[in-house]
């Protein structure tokens, strides 16, 4: 198994009341975050000190992935292939590129960079708290490495897990493994897209022009890692319509959740 890193979820206890964070009733069911619970996990995953008197230790995987439960869009992408399991769920936040070659085109998707935090335990344990999540980062700047060093000092652990980019103009790549771990890493291609679902987030502080597509991505790498990628609960990241006024090459922020699949 891989080894984990260990990203500590503080929670406010005070001076924020009990529901600021999302617990489960006696019948197990997630109560409904609030912005102010999705902005301090956000945080936490940088490794920035919150308000926190209290902490609840989220350790990434292995814990129970079993938990965990893709989103479905309205129009469904296609399910996971037979035999696959899930591995890791991360929240990205970068930019989504694009490129203009005339005032009457339409601009055209060309790579993305992001960072990826991991949030494979807040996907097992408080779904709708991750799904809270990206429009939160996406509201939030882009974030800035946080020190190992300052992170712990304040008791946290950044859960930077890796970063996603593109190899060509068709090929993303996600590299989770760094110093600290070995995630996985892979290059993709797309297999199936699906419209944000209506009311997804048109960009930070209500600016924009919508969010990009949810995805099912399949491994073009010939190793035994994951083998299929999906991209849902996007927010932001899509280019204006046409390229009038616009410049050859432009990037639109967005954050998104990526669930990653390997075999059994
Ligand atoms: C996309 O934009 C980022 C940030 O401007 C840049 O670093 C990256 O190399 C660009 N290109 C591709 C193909 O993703
Ligand atoms: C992009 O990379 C993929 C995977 O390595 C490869 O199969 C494909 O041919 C490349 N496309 C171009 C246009 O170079
Ligand atoms: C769409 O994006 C362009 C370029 O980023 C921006 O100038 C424009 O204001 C956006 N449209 C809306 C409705 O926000």
């Known amino acids: 198994m891989h080894p984990s890193i260990a990203a500590t979820l503080l929670v406010a206890l005070n001076p ?3 529901l600021a964070f999302p617990t489960l009733s006696s019948r197990g069911v997630e ?3 609030s912005a102010v619970s999705a902005k301090l996990a956000w945080d936490a995953l940088l ?3 919150g308000p926190a008197t209290a902490s609840v230790a989220l350790d990434g995987p292995p814990c129970d992935m079993s938990l965990a439960k ?5 129009s469904p992408l296609p399910p996971p ?7 890791h769920v991360v929240v ?4 989504q590129n694009y490129t203009c ?3 009457s085109d339409a601009p055209k998707a060309a790579g993305a960079l992001a960072s990826l935090y991991d949030a494979s335990c807040i996907a097992a344990s408080y779904p709708s708290l991750l799904a809270a999540m990206p429009p939160v980062a996406l509201d939030n700047s882009l974030p800035k490495p946080v020190s190992t060093a300052k992170a712990s000092k304040n008791g946290l652990t950044p859960a930077l897990a890796g970063t996603h980019y593109f190899t060509n103009l068709t090929t993303p790549f996600f590299d989770m493994d760094t110093a600290l771990h070995a995630y996985g890493r892979g290059g993709f291609a797309k297999v199936a897209g699906t419209p944000a679902p209506e009311g997804a987030p048109v960009g930070p502080k209500g600016r924009g022009n919508g969010s990009v597509p949810w995805l099912k991505l399949g491994s073009v ?3 035994e890692g994951w083998q299929e990628v999906y991209r849902v609960n996007t927010a932001g990241g899509q280019p204006p319509s046409s390229c009038e006024g616009m410049p050859k090459t432009f990037t639109v922020e967005y954050a998104a959740e990526y669930w990653m699949w390997k075999r059994a």
């Open 81 to 87: 292939s037979a035999g696959l399991t899930l591995s």
């Open 221 to 223: 790498s010939a190793d």
């Open 16 to 18: 924020l009341p009990l």
């Open 92 to 95: 990205g936040r970068g930019t």
């Open 70 to 74: 893709m989103p479905s869009a309205p």
């Open 31 to 33: 109560k409904r975050p």
């Open 101 to 103: 070659a005339s005032a």
């Open 47 to 49: 490794g920035k000190r």
